[in-house]
């Protein structure tokens, strides 16, 4: 069974610092996506990760995929208060079974200025 | 380009009774997929459906059916509800197959069982 872990779950941090959201996994796969959501709303699609090694960034959030290490991080740079959402990593291992996306628990992130 | 639209949005039934969902796909995406969110278990998946066939199903009982139309619109139903139930219940829509195709969510049908 495909399981996904995130860490930490709860992140509350300062407008201006850096800080990195883990996501590790327990399979082969090499795509990744990450989704971010707010209270009451639904998911939005951050990145897409395809292959060992990919990197995306999108202003002030990047993520990056190691497949050999199974471990995707989101590094956030100079937090602002709008970044403030949960977000989820999940894993598509479609290939190995039927069971879609596979989503990490949620990292629940809150900026304070 | 329209997003995906889900409805109702918000829907309230009582334990025994019977719900359908439905989902509208962006235009051009013939993958549809379902989601179950709840505090407890978080985000898991339902089924998806292809050109009007389920490819793949999550380990859901059977009380959780779908279908999707030659349009591609979807419906998923829930019959003999329980209150474990209640949950946001999202749909999503991917070009081809999920797999490398970046998936879109809806906004979701909040579902409350009393």
């Known amino acids: 069974e495909l399981k996904v872990e995130q860490n930490p779950l709860f992140l509350s941090m300062q407008e201006g610092k850096n800080y990195t959201i883990y996501c590790n996994y327990s399979?082969?796969?090499?795509?990744l996506y990450w989704y971010r959501q707010d209270p009451g709303k639904s998911l939005e699609s951050l990145f897409v990760l395809l292959s060992n090694g990919a990197v995306k960034q999108e202003g002030r959030l990047m993520a990056s995929l190691d497949t050999k290490a199974r471990l995707s991080t989101l590094h956030i740079t100079a937090a602002v208060h709008d970044l403030s959402a949960t977000y989820f990593c999940a894993v598509d291992d479609s290939g190995g079974g039927a069971d879609g996306l596979t989503f990490g628990k949620g990292t629940h992130l809150i900026i304070q200025p | 380009k329209a997003g995906v639209t889900q409805t109702p949005r918000y829907l309230i039934k009582t334990r025994g009774q019977q719900v359908t969902l439905s989902c509208s796909p962006i235009?051009?995406?013939?993958?549809v997929s379902w989601y179950q969110q709840t505090p407890g278990q978080g985000l898991q998946f339902l089924f998806e459906?292809?050109?009007?066939?389920?490819?793949n199903k999550g380990n859901f009982p059977g009380r959780f059916s779908g279908r999707q139309f030659s349009n591609s619109r979807s419906e998923m139903n829930v019959s003999t509800l329980e209150l474990g139930d209640s949950a946001l219940y999202l749909c999503?829509?991917?070009?081809?197959?999920?797999?490398?195709?970046?998936?879109?969510f809806g906004p979701g049908t909040r579902l409350t069982v009393l």
């Open positions: 999503a829509s991917s070009l081809d197959s999920p797999t490398y195709n970046e998936q879109f």
């Open positions: 235009s051009g995406h013939r993958s």
């Open positions: 459906y292809f050109s009007e066939t389920q490819r």
């Open positions: 399979t082969t796969s090499d795509r």
